[in-house]
């Protein structure tokens, strides 16, 4: 059965404390992997798509790396403003796009 | 630019009440558009996709039916609200590519009381 799984469930870090979420999956035919970010009471926000084993994409402190059975999100040096979930989903066919539970970050200043 | 408007942002509704959730998108044509629910801790569940004016698909049978009764918009509806119902309903659009990301508006909460 295809899944997609975030870990850890949240994430606790002081800001400057980088650290990474992970973003398994197990999809037959993957055709891309999405991220997202989502603050409380809003919808998702667009962040990074990645297609093949070995792709990377940065944005400011964000880099999303890919791997295939699983995709990281490394947060260098975090500041309070990073604080959201980050979402992650999976596209395996047209209009079927399966996401994970998200990651809870929260940055401490 | 492309913008998504979704409304109303919050909704309380008694059980067996109907609804109507409307969403329109402005500044593309012909979008693939989506309705999501997502509920705390969970993945966001696909409730129903349209790729035209009154094409819709429904990817999990329940209380709710959606309509595309123009290019931009995309409505979802319920005769009869029931408690599980509750959630956060979110609409989003897409671009012609069918590898492009999926784009939300800011989601509307819902609490059947």
């Known amino acids: 059965e295809d899944q997609v799984t975030q870990s850890p469930e949240a994430l606790r870090l002081q800001e400057g404390e980088s650290s990474s979420l992970n973003c398994s999956y197990t999809v037959s035919g993957l055709r891309g992997l999405f991220w997202y970010r989502q603050d409380p009471g809003k919808g998702p926000e667009f962040l990074f798509t990645l297609y093949s084993a070995g792709e990377e994409k940065e944005k400011e402190r964000l880099k999303a790396t890919l791997t295939k059975k699983e995709s990281f999100l490394h947060i260098t040096a975090p500041k309070p403003e990073d604080s959201a979930t980050y979402l992650c989903?999976?596209?395996?066919?047209?209009?079927?796009?399966?996401f994970g539970a998200g990651t809870r970050l929260t940055v401490k200043p | 630019s492309q913008t998504i408007h979704q409304w109303p942002a919050t909704l309380v509704q008694p059980v067996g009440s109907p609804l109507s959730l409307e969403c329109t998108v402005e500044g593309t044509s012909n979008p693939n558009l989506y309705w999501y629910r997502q509920a705390a801790g969970r993945g966001l569940q696909l409730l129903f996709y349209?790729?035209?004016?009154?094409?819709i698909s429904s990817e999990v049978p329940q209380n709710l039916s959606a309509s595309r009764p123009q290019d931009r918009q995309f409505i979802l509806s319920s005769k009869k609200l029931l408690l599980s119902d509750s959630g956060f309903y979110l609409c989003?659009?897409?671009?012609?590519?069918?590898?492009?990301?999926?784009?939300f508006g800011n989601g509307t909460r819902l609490t059947v009381t």
């Open positions: 349209s790729v035209g004016i009154g094409q």
């Open positions: 989903a999976v596209q395996k066919r047209d209009n079927d796009m399966r």
């Open positions: 989003a659009w897409r671009g012609d590519s069918k590898d492009s990301p999926l784009h």
